[in-house]
C-alpha cells in the first residue's frame, strides 16, 4: 500500500515536470529565430494543406490560444507529419518506440545484474590479481569513448570476422519472407543485436561494478555482520544474504542517477548501429530538420527518462524497507 | 585539546590551507592519481605542442593544411607520422590540435558550471527555505536532462552551435551536481559562530555569502571540478560525432566524425585508433584524478588502519 | 572447574601507527551460572576483551598470547570451522541496540530464526519461527510485531530482540556489551531486570561489560574493573563497593552520585588515559592516581589480595594501598 503511495507521488512530480519541459519546448520553438510556422509546416506543402494544418495547429491565433492547442494535440496524439517521410509523426515514433526500449532496457538491466555480481566477487578478493583485473577492466571499459568503441566492434567482428551484420536491426529475407516463422525472425533481432548491446552494456557495467565493489568493502565494516559472524554464519551466507542486499543498494542508485547520460550513450548506439530507435530518430530528424519529428522525438525520449527514473525510485523503495515501512 | 586551542579553531576563518596541504600528502600517495596525473601532463604537453607543426610547414596545419603531394587518406609515413586523412591533412596535428580542443572545452565548461553551482548553491543554502526549494526543485529537473540531446533539439531551432555555445550549454546543465554538494557545505557553515559574528556586526547577506561563505567553499567547488570536466569532453566529442560540433574546429570527436562519414572507418586504422584512445584515455585521466580526490575529500575513503 | 578460565590473556590491534596493546596480561574465571562484570572507560579495552572471547576481533586484531578454556578446552586452538559451531550454540553476544545489530533489509523473525537454524539443520523454518516466537514472549515483545523491521522497533524493543536472539540456541554463557547504553533510565531498568531475571531462570553465566560502575554492580556477583588494558581490580561486587581498593576503583566510585549514604563531593579523575602504542612502563594509572609514588614507575605489579575473593593489581602492596 505504501507503495503504492509513493508511486503516486512520484508520478505527480513527474507531470510537474513533464509540463514544464512541454511548456519551455512550445516558447523555444516559437520564440528563436526564424519563422515558427516553417517549424511546423512543411514548405513543400501545397498552400490549402497548410492553411488547413495552420488551423489546426492553431498558429494563426495568438500565443495563449498557441499554447492550448499546442497541449491539447499534444493529448491527442497529433504531432504532425514528418518533413521527411511524408507520415503522420505518431505513426513514426510509435513504431521506434519498441526498438529503443528493447535495446536499452535489456542493456541497462545485463549491465546493472553483472555489474553487481562481479563487484560482489571482486569485494572478496580485494587486493588480488581477480580483483586487479576486474577493476581495471572496469575502468576501461567505463571510459571509453562509446561510439568509437561501437565503430570498433563493428568493425572487428561484423567487418573483419562477418560475425554479426554491421547494421541495422533486421534482415529484409528473413523479415520479408512470408514462410519464415516467429522464431527465425525473433533470432534476426537478437543477431542484429548483440553488437550494440555489447557497446551498451560494456560502457556501462563497469561503473556499476565499481560501485558495488566499494559498496561491498564499505557494508563488510558493519556492526550486523559482526552479528553475523557471532551467530556462527559462514562468509559465504554472510556475503550473499547480508552484505549483497545492502550494498546492491547505492548501485540501483547509481542507475537512476546516471539515466540521463545512458539515454544518451542509448541515442549514440543506435546512430552508430543503424537501430532504428527514437535516439536515432532524433539525430536524424534533427540533421534533417524535420522539426515535428525532432520534437515528437525528444518529448518521448523526456517521457522515456522520467518514466525510467521512476522504475528505479520504485525498484529502491521495494528493495530498500527502511522506505517503505 | 585544550579549551583556547578548539576556541582559536572556530575563529580561524581559512581552515581550508591546513587541508589543502593534507590532501596534497594523501593524494600524492595514490596511485590513481599519480597514473592520472601523468596521463593529464601527457594530453596538456600534447595542447602545448599543438602550435608546432603549422609553424614547421603550412601543410601540417590541423584544419586547412594541404599537402600538395597527397589528397587522400594514406597510412603513417616519415611526412606524415600518423598519415593523412581523407583530403591530405595530417593526422598527428590534428590530435594534437584535438587535445588543446579537449582542454578548452573540459575545463572551460567545468569551470562555469562551478561558478554557477557554488552561487547557487550557496544562495539555495543560505537562504533556505522558499528559496532554496525552488532552486534545488530546478537542479532536480535539469538533472533528468540527457545534455547531448538538448543541445542537438537547441542546434535544431538555433543552427549550427559554435564551440562557445556548446560549452555554454553544457555549462548550464551541469551545475546542478556542483550546487548540491556547495549547498550541503553551505548549510553546515551558516552555523558558525564566525558567521553568527558577522551577523550580529550587521553585514548584509550579500556581504556574508562572498566574504565569509565563498572562500570556504571555494577550495571544495574547485576539487569537484574534476568530475565535471570528463562528461564536458565526451558531450563535446559525441555532439561533434555526430556532426552537430562547431566546424571551424578541429576535435577528437570531428575526426572521428571524418573517418566515419568518409567511410574510412574499415580502412584506416590510423586514422580511426587515435582520437577515439585519446578520448578515452583523457576521460580515464579525469576519473582517476577524480577517485584520487575522493579519498582526499572523504576521510572514510583513506587507506588507514583501523582502531577500535 | 569453571566454565570460562582465562589466563593471561593479551591482545591488540596493528595501526598504522604501530601497535596497540588492547588487553595486557588479564586473568579471571568464571563459574557456570554466575555473572561477572567488567567495568572501565572507553578504551580500557573491555569491548575487545569481550569481542576475543568469541574470537570475533577485526583483521588488525590478535591475540599475542594467553589461554582461554571454555569448559576445560582452549577456544585458541579451535580452527574456525570449529569456533562456528561454538559460536551463539555455546557463547552468544548481545550487543548494543544503538549499533546496527540487526540487519535492516530483512526481517527481524527471520534473522532470530537464522541463528536457530544454523545450528540445528533438522528444523525447518516453521519450527524455527514457532521457536522465534516463544523467545519474543520471554522477551516481552507482542507476537505481532514479530514481522517487522528492525528500523520499525523503539530502542529498548531493539535491544529485547537482541537479547532474544541472544538465548535462540540456549548458550551457556553469554556476553552482554554495554546492553543499556543509549536506552533512557526507564527502558534501561526494564531492561536489567529482564536479563537478571533471564539469567536466574536459565542459569547462564554471564560477562556483563559497562562503563557504568552502578548497573554492573546492580546486575553482576563479581566485578572486574579495568583500566588502559589491565585488569586493576577483581572481587565479589560486595567486597569492591564497599572496600574498593585500587585507586582508580576508589575514583571511579566517588564520581558517581549516590541517592542514600552522605553527600560527598563528585571527585572527576584528572588527566587523560594513556596512549596504548607506546604504554607507559611500570603502572599505567600513575599519572592521574593521588596515591602514586617513584616505585609505581619502575616497580613490578603484583596482586594483591584483600580477601581470598578480592584482589587488586598495584606496585605498592601493602597498607598504603587502602
Known sequence: MELWKYIGRRLIQIAIIFFVIITVLFLLFRLAPGDPVSRMVDPDMTPEDAEHLISQLGLDKPLGMQYLYYLKNFFTGNFGESFHYGQPVIEIIWARLPNTILLFTTAIILAALVGVFLGKIASWHKGKTTDTLMTIGALVTHTVFLPWLGLILIWVFAYKMDWFPITGMLSEEVWLDPDAGIFARLLDVLHHMVLPLTTLFLVHFGSYLLIMRSSMLETLKEDYIVTGRAKGLSEKVIRNHHAAPNAALPVVTAVGLSLAFSINGGALTETVFTWPGIGRELVMSVSQNDYPLAQACFLLIAIVVLISNLVVDTLYAYLDPRIRY | ?308 | ?322
Open chain 3, 1 to 322: 572447574m569453571a566454565l570460562l578460565e582465562v589466563e593471561n590473556l593479551s591482545m591488540g590491534y596493528h595501526t598504522q601507527k604501530g601497535y596497540l596493546h588492547a588487553v595486557e596480561d588479564v586473568s579471571f574465571s568464571l563459574e557456570e551460572g554466575k555473572s561477572l562484570g567488567f567495568v572501565g572507560e572507553s578504551g580500557c579495552g573491555k569491548t575487545t576483551l569481550g569481542m576475543a572471547l568469541m574470537r570475533l576481533l577485526p583483521p588488525n586484531g590478535v591475540i599475542r598470547e594467553g589461554r582461554m578454556l571454555f569448559d576445560g578446552a582452549d577456544l585458541l586452538q579451535k580452527s574456525d570451522e570449529e569456533m562456528r559451531e561454538i559460536r551463539w550454540q555455546k557463547i552468544a553476544m548481545i550487543f548494543q541496540a544503538a549499533m546496527n545489530a540487526l540487519n535492516p533489509v530483512h526481517r527481524v523473525h527471520e534473522q532470530i530464526a537464522e541463528a536457530i537454524l544454523t545450528h540445528n539443520a533438522s528444523l525447518d523454518k516453521k519450527e524455527a519461527f514457532e521457536q522465534v516466537e516463544e523467545l519474543f514472549q520471554l522477551v516481552g515483545i507482542p507476537r505481532d510485531r514479530m514481522r517487522d523491521y528492525p528500523h520499525q522497533y523503539s530502542g529498548g524493543m531493539k535491544q529485547r530482540a537482541i537479547i532474544a536472539m541472544a538465548l535462540a540456541c540456549k548458550p551457556r554463557l553469554i556476553i552482554a556489551d554495554e546492553p543499556t547504553t543509549a536506552l533512557d533510565v526507564i527502558v534501561q531498568d526494564q531492561i536489567l531486570k529482564e536479563i537478571m531475571s533471564l539469567q536466574k531462570e536459565f542459569g547462564i553465566s554471564m560477562i556483563f561489560i559497562s562503563h557504568d560502575i552502578s548497573i554492573v554492580a546492580d546486575v553482576c556477583h563479581d566485578i572486574g574493573i579495568m583500566y588502559a588494558g589491565k585488569l586493576v581490580e577483581h572481587g565479589s561486587r560486595e567486597e569492591v563497593f564497599s572496600n574498593p581498593a585500587h585507586p582508580y576503583t576508589k575514583a571511579l566510585l566517588s564520581s558517581y552520585p549516590t541517592l542514600t549514604g552522605e553527600k560527598s563531593r563528585l571527585m572527576p579523575i584528572p588527566g587523560e588515559t594513556p596512549n596504548l602504542i607506546h604504554p607507559p612502563s611500570g603502572c599505567r594509572f600513575r599519572d592521574r592516581c593521588p596515591a602514586a609514588k617513584a616505585a609505581c614507575k619502575t616497580g613490578e605489579a603484583v596482586w594483591f589480595e584483600t580477601s581470598p575473593r578480592h584482589k587488586t593489581l598495584c606496585y605498592q602492596c601493602g597498607a598504603d594501598c587502602r
Open chain 2, 1 to 308: 585539546m585544550s579549551l583556547e586551542k578548539s576556541h582559536k579553531r572556530h575563529l580561524k576563518k581559512f581552515p581550508w590551507m591546513d587541508r589543502l596541504r593534507g590532501g596534497w600528502t594523501i593524494y600524492k600517495r595514490n596511485l590513481l592519481g599519480r597514473i592520472g596525473l601523468s596521463l593529464l601532463v601527457m594530453f596538456a604537453l600534447m595542447a602545448i605542442c599543438s602550435f608546432i607543426p603549422p609553424l614547421i610547414d603550412p601543410m601540417y596545419q590541423p584544419m586547412t593544411g594541404v599537402d600538395p603531394e597527397i589528397t587522400k587518406s594514406t597510412g603513417p609515413s616519415l611526412r606524415h607520422w600518423l598519415g593523412t586523412d581523407f583530403m591530405g591533412r595530417d593526422i598527428l596535428s590534428q590530435l594534437l590540435a584535438g587535445a588543446r580542443v579537449a582542454f578548452l572545452v573540459g575545463v572551460s565548461a567545468a569551470f562555469m558550471s562551478i561558478v554557477l553551482g557554488t552561487a547557487i548553491g550557496m544562495v539555495a543554502g543560505y537562504m533556505g527555505r522558499l528559496v532554496d526549494t525552488l532552486l534545488m526543485r530546478l537542479a532536480d529537473m535539469i538533472m533528468v536532462m540527457p545534455t547531448m540531446l538538448v543541445v542537438l533539439m537547441l542546434a535544431a531551432l538555433f543552427g549550427q552551435l559554435t564551440i562557445w555555445t556548446i560549452v555554454l550549454i553544457i555549462a548550464l546543465f551541469r551545475w546542478p551536481g556542483v550546487s548540491r554538494v556547495i549547498r550541503a557545505q553551505t548549510l553546515s557553515l551558516k552555523h558558525r559562530p564566525f558567521i553568527e559574528a558577522a551577523r550580529v556586526a550587521g553585514a548584509s547577506h550579500t556581504r556574508i555569502i562572498f566574504r565569509h561563505i565563498m572562500p570556504n567553499v571555494l577550495p571544495l567547488s574547485f576539487l569537484y571540478m574534476t568530475f565535471r570536466v570528463t562528461s564536458a569532453i565526451i558531450i563535446e566529442a559525441a555532439l561533434a560525432f555526430l556532426g552537430f560540433g562547431d566546424p571551424s574546429t578541429v576535435s577528437w570527436g570531428m575526426m572521428l566524425q571524418w573517418v566515419w562519414k568518409t567511410g574510412h572507418m574499415f580502412k584506416a586504422p590510423y586514422w580511426l585508433l587515435p582520437p577515439g584512445i585519446c578520448i578515452s584515455l583523457i576521460t580515464l585521466a579525469f576519473y582517476m584524478l577524480g577517485r584520487a580526490m575522493d579519498e582526499v575529500l572523504d576521510p572514510r575513503l583513506r587507506k588507514e588502519a583501523g582502531t577500535e
